[in-house]
């Protein structure tokens, strides 16, 4: 059996950049174990699986570990490939997931992703994040099932060294450390889910779900500009429509393969 695969790096316009993931479009679906595999033999943050049904897609999200209830970044990187790779040519693609209906649209040379707001609610400071992050927050907020943590200049993110081990002890599927952006950005993040097998995410579409609903009220502004500073880095253009988010992002594609299985 021959799988087309493809991978892409999302939220940039250069290869090596962003966030790669990988994406399969297949005709009907695979064994859940069959895609978990090929997800862990990816190692990449993600590897998404597409099928279209009926009027729509439906698409999932896999870790190295496990199935996930959404994925930004790889929802960019599909709908990069249906564009680009699969000449579906509309205006907008629709995905059913796990975490919703999910649009994507062209706008000009970049792809614009309807997502779900998740508003940030303040927490008490879970014991044990401070050593983990190595830094002291000024804020800790829980959205969803992330954690926050709110530090005071984007050079102290920039800086940051976390302890991987400790950080997948803490009760939170994923950790988003934010601050105040600095050159031409509203704000900076990372983000990491050791337990989950993703020590550390390069750009996570799913956390601006979470980190565009709390800049904007801190800013005053529903339209910002984020950089997420892991090594590879990434832009997000994030913009806050009442209780959703479209966030805005470029993609490439740096390698397409066949799995032989």
């Not at 983990?132 to 927050?137: F, Q, V």
């Not at 099932?145 to 997948?168: F, G, H, K, N, S």
Request: negative net charge.
């Amino acid at each position: 059996m021959g799988i087309r695969q493809y991978q892409v790096d999302a939220f940039t316009d250069r290869p090596f950049a962003g966030n790669p993931a990988a994406v399969c479009i297949l005709e009907t679906w695979l064994d859940d174990d069959l895609m978990q595999a090929i997800a862990a033999e990816n190692n990449l943050s993600e590897t998404a699986f597409c099928v279209h049904e009926r009027a729509r897609w439906r698409l999932r999200w896999f870790t190295p570990t496990c199935e996930v209830p959404l994925c930004g970044h790889a929802t960019l990187a599909t709908a990069h490939v249906l564009f680009t790779k699969m000449g579906i040519d509309v205006p907008a693609l629709e995905f059913d997931t796990l975490g919703g209906r999910l649009v994507v649209r062209r706008e000009g040379g970049m792809l614009a992703m309807d997502l779900p707001a998740w508003p940030a609610r303040a927490i008490t400071t879970p014991a044990g994040l401070e050593q983990a992050l190595g830094a002291t927050p000024d804020e800790t907020l829980a959205a969803n099932d992330y954690l926050l943590a709110v530090l005071d200049d984007a050079a102290t993110l920039r800086r940051l060294a976390p302890d991987i081990e400790r950080l997948a002890t803490l009760p939170h599927w994923g950790i988003v450390v934010t601050a105040p952006g600095d050159d031409a950005y509203d704000f900076v993040s990372r983000f990491f889910a050791p337990a989950h097998g993703v020590a550390e995410d390069p750009v996570t579409g799913s956390a601006h779900c979470a980190l565009t609903p709390y800049w904007a009220a801190r800013t005053g502004r529903t339209r910002l500009l984020g950089l997420q500073c892991s090594t590879r880095s990434g832009e997000v253009d994030c913009e806050l429509l009442g209780q959703r988010v479209v966030l805005r992002g470029r993609a490439v594609t740096v390698i397409e393969a066949e799995w032989r299985l």
